[in-house]
């Protein structure tokens, strides 16, 4: 990782200290790609970050990952193919983003990626999901009932293109202590572990793991 870094009356120092102390420069391709599968399959629920179809804005709605392929690192997301979300992907598949975040441990994972809607019969039934019908209701008219052959439900599938993943090195008490002699200090601490994973990183993963 090249360090961004500023002139000062005490010499050059890291433009951006936190990144510099818990950038963890040296994990496996294989065990940073691994964890991040692990993590986005046990939290499951993120925010999916889309650009609206008809102007510059961002939008972000809550999503329940329905399952991944190609070792887990492009991600199965259901849809309402009628909905806004559907409409922004169909205009700008290429500027979406998937978050997810761990509240009690404070880790968390920010994948970009490109995103494409799929409305075939074998991609909605190989993720269907009855819970669907929560969401889709049944409009009365033996179609449109939320089950595997509702021509509302699609799948959005992103493929990542670039990753990062935090995960905390310490627990909630022993982090709290870093932070307060930081605050004392100066210096600061090495909490975290900061991983980032490239588009050829993934390529790589993908062209070994493609089921």
Do not use: C
Not at 44 to 49: A, D, E, P, Q, V
Not at 145 to 158: A, S
């Amino acid at each position: 990782m090249a360090s961004s870094q500023i002139s000062t009356s005490s010499g050059n120092k890291p433009a951006d200290p936190y990144k510099e102390k818990n950038y963890d420069l040296h994990a496996p391709v294989q065990e940073k790609i691994e964890d991040l599968v692990k993590f986005i399959k046990d939290i499951k629920y993120g925010m999916l970050t889309t650009k609206a179809s008809d102007s510059e804005l961002l939008s972000s709605r809550a999503m329940a990952l329905a399952g991944t392929e190609n070792g887990g690192v492009d991600l199965i997301f259901h849809t309402n193919l009628f909905s806004g979300k559907t409409l922004d992907l169909t205009v700008h598949p290429t500027e979406t983003s998937m978050s997810f975040l761990d509240v009690v441990s404070g880790g968390w994972a920010s994948i970009s990626g490109t995103a494409s809607v799929l409305s075939g019969k074998d991609a909605v039934e190989k993720f269907y999901s009855p819970a669907l019908k929560a969401w889709l209701g049944d409009l009365g008219d033996g179609v449109h009932d939320g089950g595997p052959g509702d021509p509302r439900i699609g799948v959005i599938r992103v493929e990542s293109k670039w990753a990062v993943h935090v995960t905390p090195r310490k627990g909630m008490i022993g982090r709290a202590v870093e932070i307060g002699k930081a605050v004392t200090t100066g210096d600061v601490p090495p909490i975290n572990k900061i991983r980032e994973i490239s588009t050829e990183e993934l390529a790589e993963w993908r062209r070994t793991h493609p089921e």
